[in-house]
């Protein structure tokens, strides 16, 4: 667990700034897409791109240490 953590913490700050505003936004303060789009100035439509980009780069982060 300690590990994942590790590797979680280290994809994250590798993230484009919006994408890792988005990871933030969304598992941290738990808003939904509709309050982060309004945060952001940018469509629902776009922070569902994002997400899904945020969420494959932290896959591919993880896939390359295991």
């Known amino acids: 667990r300690n590990q ?3 590797i979680l913490t280290t994809g ?3 993230l484009p700034e919006k994408e890792a ?3 933030q936004l969304y598992y941290v303060e ?3 897409v509709y309050e982060i789009a309004e ?3 940018i469509t ?3 922070v569902s791109q994002i997400k ?3 969420i494959s ?3 591919n982060h993880i896939k390359k240490i295991y």
Do not use: P, Q
Request: a positive charge; glycine letters at 4%; proline letters at 0%.
């Open 30 to 32: 738990e808003l939904n």
């Open 12 to 14: 994250l700050k590798d």
């Open 39 to 41: 945060v952001m100035e």
């Open 57 to 59: 780069l932290l896959r």
């Open 21 to 23: 505003m988005v990871i």
């Open 4 to 6: 994942l953590k590790t």
């Open 52 to 54: 899904k980009s945020a």
């Open 44 to 46: 629902t439509g776009r």
